[in-house]
């Protein structure tokens, strides 16, 4: 009892020592949204960058009649395009999903407003291709889930322009009730709908049921389908793409990620091809942290860590973005456990605002390895200015806004003469390391 009370008590000073001054306030409820038109109207529409000069639109309809049909076109109103995709859905359980349609558009012209519609009628949506060169800006947001506190960081999100969301995985907390995937579509799309949203998995979409249903991620891959094949991977678990000069590459933390494993070989073969006079800025996202000084979620990232961390540090990968953790932290740049000048920034920004509630505790005293860490919602940018400079700012959510608690100018690796990549002899598919 008495260890318990200490424990209790050092959690609680813990909890105070970080960031004092910032009062946080209580829970926030679940928000449900419900479908207001009709069974023809598309629903959760959302869209994705799929390959150079296109964007994959996605939709929902509960009308067995609706085709997967984009009109577009540069004039409000006015669509001289189109193009004719699929149709998927799936069954959980006792749930079956609407018509899930995506629809692959382009090519496009990059920076560009195009103004579109889904199934041949209903409402007009539109949305913004990125960039083909610097300066460019990613909304980052991790762990989001569907309460009161996720609409105030969606808000902050969209209250600033941005080109791209990157999301390192736990989208909609559904937990296998599957209803909950739609209102979590329908919550994001004023959102995903204007801008490309590119995420990739956390736990809470592996959604296994054991004996009796055995797919894992039937929900997450059949809704959020990723432009895997594009960069020759074989899972939507994991992928790359590139945006004006950055090369991103989306791990799964939940898909094998040992040395030999299918993730691993790909990875190994997806740095080989990056270019970094084309694209000087490399970025990884995934969900389970690699470095976390936060007792929740303590070693879960460990053993994906010690099989893929070389391969990030000898590409040089500037910067490492995961969620998972319910809190915000950033480590300098690190391999292997040391501040090392040509590793990674890990930055952990999952505190989009899901049900769980914070992360409060972090071990003491800090690890010299982690700069700024705080149990607040929020979301990060990162604008890259040009080949060499990027800046990273955390936005803590707050009752009137959001407020900067946390920036860092980063410095590409491409540029450092002391950082030169490490190129690795590239191997046959097949050989085992
Ligand atoms: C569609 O309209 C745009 C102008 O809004 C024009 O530039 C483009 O050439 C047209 N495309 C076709 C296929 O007619
Ligand atoms: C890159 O952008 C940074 C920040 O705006 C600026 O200080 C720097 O001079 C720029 N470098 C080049 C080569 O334009
Ligand atoms: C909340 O955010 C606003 C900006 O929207 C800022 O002016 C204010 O200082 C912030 N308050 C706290 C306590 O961080
Ligand atoms: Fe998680």
């Known amino acids: 009892m008495v260890t318990l009370f200490t424990h209790l008590f050092l959690?609680?000073?813990?909890?105070?020592?970080?960031?004092?001054?910032?009062?946080?306030?209580?829970?926030?409820?679940?928000?449900?949204?419900?479908?207001?038109?009709?069974?023809?109207?598309?629903?959760?529409?959302?869209?994705s960058l799929s390959g150079k000069g296109y964007i994959r639109v996605s939709w929902i309809t509960s009308d067995k009649n609706v085709q997967p049909t984009v009109q577009y076109g540069k004039t409000r109103g006015k669509y001289n395009l189109s193009a004719t995709g699929e149709i998927t859905s799936y069954h959980y359980l006792f749930y079956k999903s609407g018509q899930i349609h995506h629809v692959r558009i382009g090519p496009l012209d990059p920076g560009t407003t195009y103004y579109y519609r889904c199934g041949g009628s209903g409402p007009e949506f539109h949305f913004r291709t990125p960039p083909s060169a610097f300066p460019v800006e990613f909304a980052v947001a991790g762990d989001l889930g569907q309460t009161e506190w996720t609409v105030s960081t969606l808000s902050h999100i969209g209250a600033r322009d941005y080109d791209v969301l990157l999301l390192p995985g736990d989208l909609s907390y559904a937990d296998m009730d599957q209803p909950l995937w739609d209102s979590f579509g329908r919550l994001v799309e004023p959102y995903a709908s204007t801008r490309p949203w590119m995420v990739t998995q956390g736990n809470h979409e592996v959604e296994t049921l054991p004996v009796v249903y055995r797919n894992a991620f039937m929900?997450?891959?059949?809704?959020?389908?990723?432009?895997?094949?594009?960069?020759?991977?074989?899972?939507?678990?994991?992928y790359s793409f590139e945006v004006a000069g950055a090369h991103i590459i989306m791990l799964g933390s939940y898909a094998d990620f040992y040395i030999g494993s299918d993730q691993y070989r790909w990875l190994k073969a997806d740095v080989a091809s990056i270019d970094r006079r084309r694209t000087p800025w490399v970025f990884a996202l995934l969900h389970a942290?690699?470095?976390?000084?936060?007792?929740?979620?303590?070693?879960?990232?460990?053993?994906?860590?010690?099989?893929?961390?070389?391969?990030?540090y000898k590409a040089r990968v500037d910067a490492v973005f995961t969620g998972h953790v319910h809190a915000y932290e950033r480590f300098t740049r690190v391999y292997n456990n040391k501040a090392d000048v040509c590793g990674p920034v890990h930055v952990t920004i999952g505190d989009g605002g899901n049900r769980e509630g914070l992360a409060n505790s972090f071990e003491n005293p800090r690890?010299?390895?982690?700069?700024?860490?705080?149990?607040?919602?929020?979301?990060?940018?990162?604008?890259?200015?040009?080949?060499t400079h990027a800046h990273w700012s955390w936005h803590r959510n707050n009752d009137t806004g959001s407020f900067v608690a946390d920036e860092l100018w980063l410095e590409s690796l491409a540029a450092s003469k002391a950082c030169k990549p490490i190129r690795v002899p590239s191997k046959s598919q097949n050989e085992e390391p």
Do not use: C
């Open 11 to 47: 959690l609680f000073l813990l909890t105070t020592a970080a960031s004092p001054e910032y009062t946080r306030p209580g829970p926030r409820p679940l928000v449900l949204r419900q479908h207001s038109g009709s069974d023809s109207d598309p629903q959760q529409v959302h869209v």
């Open 219 to 238: 929900a997450y891959n059949t809704r959020w389908l990723m432009p895997y094949r594009a960069s020759k991977s074989t899972s939507n678990l994991y």
């Open 289 to 312: 942290p690699w470095y976390n000084s936060n007792f929740a979620h303590r070693g879960e990232g460990e053993a994906m860590r010690v099989a893929m961390e070389e391969v990030l």
């Open 367 to 387: 690890p010299s390895i982690s700069v700024y860490r705080e149990p607040s919602f929020g979301h990060a940018r990162l604008r890259v200015f040009n080949s």
